[in-house]
């Protein structure tokens, strides 16, 4: 046995634990053992000298889940025979786990996709292919650059990445941000042999029709998924019926600082709940499907005009018929998660409520298309979005193309499968077990066999209840029962006290307490029947499961592209649901850099605030003028919220979505770059002032005049006049050089001094009212700058003790007309004015004005 062992460990990827079936358990032996046996907590035996340690059959689930969870890959090596003494049993490795390609419900969540990715440099160019095996996803795109590259892996969140063992480099790179990667063999990325891998899977002779022509990076990733799942982890991949390629640049590009800033998809403080996310308030969706692909809208926001627009129309539609929306939301409900339905069943590891579950999402689908028929052909319900007042975006002068909409073409790809209804309708039970080995699945009238087999057990076990009564009679024992268990099968009880009525032809099997157990040859042959025939019928069962889950996988690319349709009318209505629900928008989109919002809310805020009103705020920026507007305000008033606010309206906005305002025109960015709070990164082990720098460094490098910035309190983290000056410095730069619209807080009144030299900058302030010594934000944004901060007073807010309040009132009053020597003597000279003459003397910046003002 130990030859088996070695010679099928040998067989395996180095890096996967070999789970090897003896028995009841799973076994790992010699290194795999010592592993396994720390990462699970197991006790390490010896065998013959070799360390050793097992996992229970049936519990091994959980224990693999957390092998995988631990970055291992994980061989299951099964019995392929039942055990015979004496004889070494057939042994196979079934299959390969890995974190990037399980199904282990444990590990998944159902509103996240579980990528694999494999990444090849080519040329310059780097290939990207990503799957999702649960789902039977399959993508690749290019990318040029390295910065280009990581958002796109931090938008995917590969659960695991591979790469040519030779791409050391790029490697290193990664492996801070990404925890599983694997080197794998390099000749298997060459294009030459990913061409042939990726032809060979589809049966296509060229890759043209997938838009791979030229795209030898993405071949070559392509080709390394497939060759890693089929012949590294020996998988499945039938599933895989389409690839499809996509163009980054088709997409607004969002990095992870800006997904992290903005708290797209998870909040910035893990204890505040998802629900304060941009996701947990636009999530209306009623499908798992649903729920990850709203996830890739969001974080893959629309860079073309048109496309927004087929979304907008869609949501519009919807909007404008709340009955048929609601309509259409509860019988979506019932479609639940289509594509992981399908992914099990096409993986193996489905089973009878699968196809169950597939059916009642097929019979839904009448009804969803003529609800659709239903919101495409009838007058609205409610008066569409007002008309806007904010000046239109100049119509491309190309013709109309009477493209159908969104909402038409998805309806076009949902295609009823009365077929697969009908099949499972009449073959499967209604609710079937789980297992598919204890039968229970396939209804009466299906197979003529199964019913003959079941006729017989059925007979079988009448003739035994009968056969109580007649021996009772028979022997004039009334006491006399016939009854079953798992040691001898059936057998006849009767008590002490009658053992003398027994006949002879009885065969005494066991003396228990109060009596005896008997079996006669008629009754054993009975049982030999029905033992036979119910063992017959499960295997039988199974047979015929397989053959209904074949017939219906022959369906299998209509079946995805009908799952891939529901999930994006899913997320379409549930982005109506939500316009509906928080009184959204209509932006109009285009392309000339305008960015006008009357009455923006901030998304999460406006919805998880309790006590208070959530002010509503105005936004007004472009190239041509007003380039820059520059927030100044006390603490608490509102800057970061509002800056926040005006990046997740527009990023809303390039998802197709309407928006919290009443009207807006939101022209397309290229980028939102976001540059925001001091406190926020100290888990990421820099000095934040190195972390703030940096990130300014890479806005000040790669924004664009298309793109938009968000800036908040650039300088607080290093002393005051540092800071002011780089703050200073960069608004120039900002100005003079880049160009890109910016939203920039800041609590260093002195910049509003730049209003007078930079004539595309603005100032404004969060109004706030002093009254009787104290203050009231207002919330309310409004032109001009401020010079007073309200520091004493947000302290006093705070609860600081009275005294020190007093105290710095006392201290401010002095700073205010003169200034303390370090002995806290006063000395005369005004600092805060003198400061403020000498930043007005400061010669202008030498740097040439791109805009020529
Ligand atoms: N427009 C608004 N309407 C109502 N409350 C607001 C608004 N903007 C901000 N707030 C409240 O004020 C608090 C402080 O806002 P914040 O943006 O952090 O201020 P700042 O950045 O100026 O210090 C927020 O937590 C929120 O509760
Ligand atoms: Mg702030």
Redesign the pocket.
Same mark, same amino acid.
């Given at each position: 046995m130990m030859a088996q062992y070695r010679r099928i460990k040998s067989g395996l990827p180095r890096d996967a634990l070999l789970l090897f079936r003896l028995g009841d358990f799973y076994e790992m032996f010699f290194e795999d053992a010592q592993i396994g046996a720390q990462l699970l907590n197991l006790a390490l035996t010896k065998r013959g000298g070799a360390p050793m340690c097992g996992i229970p059959y049936h519990a091994a689930g959980a224990y693999i889940a957390r092998l995988l969870k631990a970055g291992r890959k994980v061989a299951i090596c099964d019995q392929m025979e039942d055990a015979r003494p004496g004889q070494l049993v057939k042994r196979e490795v079934t299959q390969i786990l890995s974190p990037g390609a399980h199904f282990d419900e444990r590990m998944l969540h159902a509103e996240q996709n579980n990528y694999l990715v494999a990444l090849h440099q080519y040329q310059g160019v780097y290939g990207l292919a990503a799957t999702d095996l649960t789902t039977g996803f399959f993508q690749c795109a290019e990318v040029r650059g390295e910065p280009g590259l990581i958002s796109e892996l931090e938008r995917l969140r590969p659960a695991e990445i591979i790469l040519p063992l030779g791409a050391e480099t790029l490697h290193q790179k990664l492996k801070d941000r990404f925890r599983y990667i694997t080197g794998y063999e390099d000749w298997v990325f060459l294009p030459e042999t990913a061409v042939f891998t990726v032809r060979e899977h589809f049966h296509v002779a060229t890759l043209d029709g997938f838009g791979l022509k030229n795209r030898l990076a993405a071949i070559g990733a392509a080709g390394a998924v497939l060759h890693y799942l089929t012949q590294s982890l020996r998988r499945d991949v039938g599933h895989l019926t389409a690839l499809s390629y996509y163009e980054p640049s088709d997409y607004m590009a969002l990095d992870e600082a800006t997904l992290r800033h903005l708290e797209i998809i998870e909040p910035a403080n893990r204890d505040t709940g998802k629900a304060a996310t941009l996701y947990g308030v636009i999530n209306q969706t009623v499908t798992p499907m649903g729920a990850r692909r709203l996830r890739d809208w969001l974080t893959q926001p629309l860079a073309d005009v048109e496309a927004i627009k087929r979304r907008q129309d869609a949501i519009q539609t919807w909007v404008e018929h709340p009955d048929l929306l609601d309509r259409f939301r509860t019988a979506l409900h019932e479609v639940r998660d289509l594509e992981r339905t399908l992914g099990r069943l096409c993986a193996g590891s489905g089973n009878a409520r699968d196809l169950v579950a597939l059916k009642i999402g097929l019979e839904q689908l009448p009804a969803l298309s003529k609800l659709l028929g239903d919101v495409l052909s009838l007058p609205p319900e409610t008066v569409g979005a007002k008309l806007c007042e904010l000046p239109l975006p100049q119509e491309a002068s190309a013709p109309e193309t009477a493209q159908p909409g969104l909402l038409a073409c998805l309806k076009d790809s949902l295609r009823e499968q009365p077929a697969i209804v009908e099949l499972i309708q009449r073959a499967i039970v209604d609710e079937p077990p789980s297992s598919l080995h204890e039968g229970g699945i396939i209804k009466d009238g299906f197979d003529s066999g199964l019913d003959e087999l079941r006729r017989a057990t059925r007979e079988g076990k009448e003739w035994i209840a009968r056969l109580q009564q007649a021996e009772i009679e028979r022997t004039g024992i009334a006491s006399l029962k016939v009854r079953f268990n798992s040691v001898f099968g059936y057998y006849i009880e009767v008590t002490k006290s009658n053992l003398s009525k027994v006949p002879p032809h009885y065969i005494r099997k066991q003396t228990i307490a109060n009596g005896e157990r008997f079996i006669t040859p008629e009754l054993k042959e009975m049982e030999g029947k029905i033992l036979g025939a119910e063992e017959r019928s499960v295997k039988l069962e199974y047979e015929l499961f397989q053959k209904v889950r074949e017939e219906v996988l022959q369906h299998l690319r209509v079946l995805q592209e009908t799952a891939g349709a529901l999930a994006q009318l899913d997320v379409l209505s549930s982005l109506a649901e939500a316009a509906r629900r928080h009184n959204y928008c209509r932006p109009v989109v285009g392309a000339e850099g305008v960015l006008w919002i009357r009455d923006g809310?901030?998304p999460v805020?406006?919805q998880t605030?309790v006590e208070?009103?959530? #002010?509503?705020?105005d936004t007004r920026l472009d190239n041509q003028n007003e380039q820059i507007a520059l927030i100044t305000?006390?603490?608490?008033?509102?800057?970061?919220?509002?800056i926040?606010?005006v990046a997740l309206l527009v990023l809303l906005a390039h998802t197709g979505s309407f928006i919290p305002a009443t009207e807006a025109r939101i022209d397309l960015v290229d980028r939102i770059f976001t540059r925001i709070g001091a406190s926020d990164d100290l888990t990421r082990g820099q000095s934040t002032f190195m972390v703030e720098m940096s990130e300014t460094a890479n806005i000040l490098n790669n924004a664009t005049p298309r793109s938009l910035i968000i800036l908040?309190?650039i300088g607080r983290g290093t002393s005051t006049f540092d800071g002011l000056s780089l703050a200073w410095s960069i608004v120039e730069y900002l100005h003079n050089v880049v160009g890109a619209k910016t939203l920039f807080?800041t609590h260093y009144h002195e910049l509003t001094e730049l209003a007078a030299r930079l004539p595309r900058l603005r100032n404004y302030n #969060?109004a706030v009212r002093e009254w009787n010594d104290q203050v009231v934000?207002l919330?309310?944004i409004v032109e001009g700058g401020t010079d007073k901060s309200y520091g004493i007073q947000v302290a006093r807010l705070a609860g600081v003790p009275r005294p020190v309040i007093e105290r710095a009132r006392e201290i401010l009053r002095n700073l205010e007309e003169s200034e303390l020597t370090p002995e806290g003597n006063v000395r005369q000279a005004t600092r805060h004015r003198a400061e403020r003459d000498r930043l007005k003397q400061l010669p202008p910046n030498p740097q040439m004005d791109l805009f020529g003002f």
């Amino acid at each position: 046995m130990m030859a088996q062992y070695r010679r099928i460990k040998s067989g395996l990827p180095r890096d996967a634990l070999l789970l090897f079936r003896l028995g009841d358990f799973y076994e790992m032996f010699f290194e795999d053992a010592q592993i396994g046996a720390q990462l699970l907590n197991l006790a390490l035996t010896k065998r013959g000298g070799a360390p050793m340690c097992g996992i229970p059959y049936h519990a091994a689930g959980a224990y693999i889940a957390r092998l995988l969870k631990a970055g291992r890959k994980v061989a299951i090596c099964d019995q392929m025979e039942d055990a015979r003494p004496g004889q070494l049993v057939k042994r196979e490795v079934t299959q390969i786990l890995s974190p990037g390609a399980h199904f282990d419900e444990r590990m998944l969540h159902a509103e996240q996709n579980n990528y694999l990715v494999a990444l090849h440099q080519y040329q310059g160019v780097y290939g990207l292919a990503a799957t999702d095996l649960t789902t039977g996803f399959f993508q690749c795109a290019e990318v040029r650059g390295e910065p280009g590259l990581i958002s796109e892996l931090e938008r995917l969140r590969p659960a695991e990445i591979i790469l040519p063992l030779g791409a050391e480099t790029l490697h290193q790179k990664l492996k801070d941000r990404f925890r599983y990667i694997t080197g794998y063999e390099d000749w298997v990325f060459l294009p030459e042999t990913a061409v042939f891998t990726v032809r060979e899977h589809f049966h296509v002779a060229t890759l043209d029709g997938f838009g791979l022509k030229n795209r030898l990076a993405a071949i070559g990733a392509a080709g390394a998924v497939l060759h890693y799942l089929t012949q590294s982890l020996r998988r499945d991949v039938g599933h895989l019926t389409a690839l499809s390629y996509y163009e980054p640049s088709d997409y607004m590009a969002l990095d992870e600082a800006t997904l992290r800033h903005l708290e797209i998809i998870e909040p910035a403080n893990r204890d505040t709940g998802k629900a304060a996310t941009l996701y947990g308030v636009i999530n209306q969706t009623v499908t798992p499907m649903g729920a990850r692909r709203l996830r890739d809208w969001l974080t893959q926001p629309l860079a073309d005009v048109e496309a927004i627009k087929r979304r907008q129309d869609a949501i519009q539609t919807w909007v404008e018929h709340p009955d048929l929306l609601d309509r259409f939301r509860t019988a979506l409900h019932e479609v639940r998660d289509l594509e992981r339905t399908l992914g099990r069943l096409c993986a193996g590891s489905g089973n009878a409520r699968d196809l169950v579950a597939l059916k009642i999402g097929l019979e839904q689908l009448p009804a969803l298309s003529k609800l659709l028929g239903d919101v495409l052909s009838l007058p609205p319900e409610t008066v569409g979005a007002k008309l806007c007042e904010l000046p239109l975006p100049q119509e491309a002068s190309a013709p109309e193309t009477a493209q159908p909409g969104l909402l038409a073409c998805l309806k076009d790809s949902l295609r009823e499968q009365p077929a697969i209804v009908e099949l499972i309708q009449r073959a499967i039970v209604d609710e079937p077990p789980s297992s598919l080995h204890e039968g229970g699945i396939i209804k009466d009238g299906f197979d003529s066999g199964l019913d003959e087999l079941r006729r017989a057990t059925r007979e079988g076990k009448e003739w035994i209840a009968r056969l109580q009564q007649a021996e009772i009679e028979r022997t004039g024992i009334a006491s006399l029962k016939v009854r079953f268990n798992s040691v001898f099968g059936y057998y006849i009880e009767v008590t002490k006290s009658n053992l003398s009525k027994v006949p002879p032809h009885y065969i005494r099997k066991q003396t228990i307490a109060n009596g005896e157990r008997f079996i006669t040859p008629e009754l054993k042959e009975m049982e030999g029947k029905i033992l036979g025939a119910e063992e017959r019928s499960v295997k039988l069962e199974y047979e015929l499961f397989q053959k209904v889950r074949e017939e219906v996988l022959q369906h299998l690319r209509v079946l995805q592209e009908t799952a891939g349709a529901l999930a994006q009318l899913d997320v379409l209505s549930s982005l109506a649901e939500a316009a509906r629900r928080h009184n959204y928008c209509r932006p109009v989109v285009g392309a000339e850099g305008v960015l006008w919002i009357r009455d923006g809310r901030h998304p999460v805020l406006e919805q998880t605030m309790v006590e208070e009103r959530f #002010v509503p705020n105005d936004t007004r920026l472009d190239n041509q003028n007003e380039q820059i507007a520059l927030i100044t305000g006390p603490n608490m008033a509102g800057k970061s919220t509002y800056i926040r606010q005006v990046a997740l309206l527009v990023l809303l906005a390039h998802t197709g979505s309407f928006i919290p305002a009443t009207e807006a025109r939101i022209d397309l960015v290229d980028r939102i770059f976001t540059r925001i709070g001091a406190s926020d990164d100290l888990t990421r082990g820099q000095s934040t002032f190195m972390v703030e720098m940096s990130e300014t460094a890479n806005i000040l490098n790669n924004a664009t005049p298309r793109s938009l910035i968000i800036l908040d309190e650039i300088g607080r983290g290093t002393s005051t006049f540092d800071g002011l000056s780089l703050a200073w410095s960069i608004v120039e730069y900002l100005h003079n050089v880049v160009g890109a619209k910016t939203l920039f807080a800041t609590h260093y009144h002195e910049l509003t001094e730049l209003a007078a030299r930079l004539p595309r900058l603005r100032n404004y302030n #969060v109004a706030v009212r002093e009254w009787n010594d104290q203050v009231v934000f207002l919330r309310k944004i409004v032109e001009g700058g401020t010079d007073k901060s309200y520091g004493i007073q947000v302290a006093r807010l705070a609860g600081v003790p009275r005294p020190v309040i007093e105290r710095a009132r006392e201290i401010l009053r002095n700073l205010e007309e003169s200034e303390l020597t370090p002995e806290g003597n006063v000395r005369q000279a005004t600092r805060h004015r003198a400061e403020r003459d000498r930043l007005k003397q400061l010669p202008p910046n030498p740097q040439m004005d791109l805009f020529g003002f």
